[in-house]
């Protein structure tokens, strides 16, 4: 399985915001539309995410507050993937890296993100489909004939 399979399922909604932007609205948007990411985006090219992580670390050396520019905060240099990589090593990716949430790319073009629970459902439809049809197979199992029939 590849992460094409999975955009074609999650589809194409992209949420982005500039480095610029202050940090709470960028917490707002993410409350509001309930997701824990936002891609940093600046001129047409990726710069940045931001996650529910970055944000309470940058909340904690902010003494409580969410103050700043998203710039502050954001991860600068998030781990990606493209549509061709196998879902096997977005996996390793992911646990190896912490990531929770990892944009896809074509060269330089955002395709989308995808997150841990993307993949984790991927994985789980995968073999609840694959259980399904080896139950089917073995339901429908022929049955040997005696032996002088």
Same mark, same amino acid.
């Given at each position: 399985?590849?992460? @094409?399979?999975?955009?074609?399922v999650? *589809?194409?909604?992209?949420?982005?915001? %500039?480095p610029? !932007?202050?940090?709470?609205?960028? $917490?707002?948007?993410?409350?509001e539309?309930d997701?824990? @990411?936002?891609?940093?985006?600046?001129h *047409?090219?990726?710069?940045?995410m931001l %996650?529910?992580? !970055?944000?309470?670390?940058?909340? $904690?050396?902010?003494?409580?507050?969410?103050?700043?520019?998203v710039?502050?905060a954001?991860?600068n240099?998030?781990?990606?993937?493209?549509?061709?990589t196998?879902?096997?090593?977005?996996?390793?990716?992911?646990l190896?890296?912490?990531?929770?949430?990892?944009?896809?790319?074509?060269?330089?073009?955002?395709?989308g993100?995808i997150?841990?629970?993307?993949?984790?459902?991927?994985?789980?439809?995968?073999?609840?489909?694959e259980?399904?049809?080896?139950?089917?197979?073995?339901?429908?199992?022929?049955?040997?004939?005696?032996?002088?029939?």
């Open positions: 399985m590849k992460v @094409s399979d999975i955009l074609r999650k *589809g194409s909604t992209l949420f982005t915001v %500039t610029d !932007e202050p940090l709470s609205t960028a $917490v707002s948007a993410m409350a539309k997701i824990g @990411s936002l891609v940093v985006m600046e *047409g090219d990726l710069v940045g %996650t529910f992580r !970055e944000v309470i670390l940058a909340i $904690v050396s902010n003494g409580g507050q969410v103050g700043g520019q710039r502050k954001m991860d240099m998030p781990v990606t993937c493209t549509v061709e196998d879902l096997d090593e977005v996996r390793r990716i992911m190896e890296r912490h990531a929770r949430y990892m944009p896809v790319m074509d060269k330089r073009m955002l395709m993100v997150s841990f629970y993307d993949v984790a459902k991927a994985v789980v439809d995968s073999q609840n489909f259980n399904k049809m080896l139950k089917a197979y073995i339901r429908d199992w022929p049955t040997e004939e005696e032996p002088g029939n």
